[in-house]
């Protein structure tokens, strides 16, 4: 995980770092079923595609197994997908940029 602080065009301090889920964390059971039987495990109850796609997939956007990068400043904290390449590297203007294209996270309370 590297990590930047970078200060925003607002004068605000911001964490970003990179977000890489390991392989054995990945899910490995199907959500479909309650008790979290293994693919193999289960007959597929799928008979085709049967999503509607207009135009094409947006490559921009990329599923949690790819990674994020995530963005923090006083409570909020926004995710990127994927992780641009450059992040390293780039200057903070552009850090701010990928900041703001980020999506706003939820915290979630655990009780």
Same mark, same amino acid.
């Given at each position: 995980?590297?990590? !930047?602080?970078?200060?925003? =065009? @607002?004068?605000?301090?911001?964490?970003?770092?990179?977000?890489?889920?390991?392989?054995?964390?990945?899910?490995?059971?199907? #959500?479909? @079923? =309650?008790?979290? &039987?293994?693919?193999? %495990?289960?007959?597929?109850? #799928? %008979?085709?595609?049967? !999503?509607?796609?207009?135009?094409? &997939?947006?490559?921009?956007?990329?599923?949690?197994? &790819?990674?994020?990068?995530?963005?923090?400043?006083?409570?909020?904290?926004?995710?990127?997908?994927?992780?641009?390449?450059?992040?390293? @590297?780039?200057?903070? @203007? #552009?850090?701010?940029?990928?900041? !703001?294209?980020?999506?706003?996270?939820?915290?979630?309370?655990?009780?």
């Amino acid at each position: 995980m590297a990590l !930047r602080n970078f200060i925003d =065009s @607002t004068g605000n301090e911001w964490q970003a770092f990179d977000v890489v889920p390991r392989a054995d964390e990945r899910r490995q059971y199907d #959500r479909r @079923t =309650s008790d979290g &039987a293994l693919f193999e %495990d289960i007959d597929d109850r #799928r %008979d085709g595609d049967r !999503r509607l796609t207009v135009g094409r &997939a947006s490559q921009r956007l990329g599923g949690p197994e &790819a990674g994020w990068l995530c963005f923090e400043h006083d409570g909020d904290r926004r995710r990127l997908a994927p992780i641009p390449d450059d992040w390293r @590297t780039v200057d903070e @203007t #552009r850090l701010e940029e990928y900041c !703001r294209a980020a999506r706003p996270v939820k915290r979630v309370i655990v009780r």
